[in-house]
């Protein structure tokens, strides 16, 4: 089993699981979990407001799945607060429409306020309640997904995400400016014998134009790296002393987990410290 973390949300799941489909904000989404089989279970969240109580959401959720079984000709049984997770406010439910079966539960999170439903699809009941029993929400501000693993502040929210094969970008908005971690697979073909700091200036060329760089090594995750800047060469912000955003990051080379990191903020200000945190949270073998 391995740790999952996704916008304040994690879970305990096997190892073979991560995300199918994942879409919404920080108020209101959903995501998939699962493995070679499909789907296996899904998260749904909604931000509580007025009308919006932990019991009705699951009603109206129970309504939809039953109309649509019966649209397709299936049989159609429900059960709603079965005692299957005992945890105070959380209401376990099951329901089974032809061949497929579920287990959920759906609570209220007290700090965000957040009403988080999640179901296992056509699992054991044992193997359901492992999983159910360990949902948390913003108990911790940990991220776990495809494997990259790391610990951020709280008041980070993720507004970008890109997920490709060999490649991963997570965009979040912070107090001070904006902070991005990358990641690349693949590490031994993308360097094909450079060093790191000429691979970045290959790899970042176009987003860096008519940009000053500064490599500075540094040790990071017990391997060799750079701390970078970038900063726009302009005389006349020199001149007028303009505080304009500028590039601050660290990056380095996972040798035994064959992969680049690169954790950078953009901001007006240098914000190292949180950076170095951040970067060293980052499990990268």
Same mark, same amino acid.
């Given at each position: 089993m391995k *740790?999952?973390?996704?916008r304040?949300i ?9 995300i ?7 108020g209101?989404?959903y995501?998939? *979990?699962g493995?070679?089989?499909g $789907?296996?279970?899904?998260i749904?969240?909604?931000q509580? =407001?007025?009308k919006y109580?932990p019991?009705?959401?699951?009603k109206?959720f129970?309504d =939809?799945i039953?109309?649509?079984a %019966?649209? &397709? ?8 607060d079965?005692?299957?997770? =005992?945890?105070?406010g959380? $209401?376990?439910?099951e329901? @089974?429409?032809g061949?497929l ?7 209220l ?8 439903l999640?179901?296992v699809?056509?699992?054991?009941k044992q193997?359901? !309640?492992?999983?159910?029993? %360990?949902l948390?929400?913003h108990?911790?501000g940990f991220?776990?997904?495809y494997?990259?693993e790391l610990?951020?502040?709280e008041d980070?929210v *993720?507004k970008?995400?890109i997920f490709?094969s060999?490649f991963? &970008?997570?965009?979040?908005l @912070?107090?001070f400016? &904006? *902070?991005?971690v990358e ?9 094909d014998?450079r060093?790191?700091s000429?691979w !970045?200036r290959?790899a970042? &060329?176009?987003?860096?134009k ?6 500075e ?12 800047? $970038?900063k726009?060469?302009?005389?006349i912000?020199k001149?007028?002393? $303009?505080? =304009?955003p500028f590039?601050?990051?660290f990056c380095?080379h996972?040798?035994a987990?064959? %992969?680049v !990191? ?5 901001s007006v200000t240098s914000h ?10 980052? %499990?990268c073998h």
């Amino acid at each position: 089993m391995k *740790l999952f973390g996704w916008r304040g949300i994690s879970l305990s799941v096997p190892e073979d699981w991560d995300i199918v489909f994942v879409g919404g904000n920080e108020g209101s989404g959903y995501l998939s *979990l699962g493995g070679s089989s499909g $789907i296996k279970q899904e998260i749904k969240w909604t931000q509580s =407001k007025g009308k919006y109580t932990p019991l009705k959401i699951l009603k109206g959720f129970i309504d =939809k799945i039953e109309k649509n079984a %019966k649209a &397709k000709g299936h049989a159609f049984e429900s059960l709603i607060d079965t005692k299957m997770v =005992k945890r105070d406010g959380v $209401i376990s439910f099951e329901w @089974t429409a032809g061949q497929l079966k579920a287990f959920g539960a759906v609570y209220l999170c007290a700090k965000c306020r957040r009403i988080v439903l999640s179901q296992v699809l056509n699992e054991s009941k044992q193997k359901s !309640f492992g999983l159910l029993s %360990k949902l948390k929400c913003h108990e911790t501000g940990f991220w776990n997904v495809y494997g990259l693993e790391l610990n951020l502040p709280e008041d980070m929210v *993720l507004k970008e995400h890109i997920f490709k094969s060999g490649f991963i &970008k997570l965009v979040f908005l @912070t107090p001070f400016g &904006k *902070l991005t971690v990358e990641r690349w697979g693949m590490a031994s073909n993308i360097l094909d014998g450079r060093s790191l700091s000429e691979w !970045f200036r290959y790899a970042y &060329k176009d987003s860096v134009k008519k940009m000053g760089f500064e490599f500075e090594s540094v040790r990071l995750s017990a391997h060799e790296g750079l701390k970078i800047t $970038i900063k726009k060469k302009a005389l006349i912000e020199k001149i007028l002393r $303009i505080k =304009k955003p500028f590039t601050e990051g660290f990056c380095w080379h996972c040798p035994a987990s064959n %992969k680049v !990191f690169y954790v950078h903020t953009e901001s007006v200000t240098s914000h190292e410290e949180t950076l170095a945190k951040i970067a060293g949270s980052i %499990k990268c073998h």
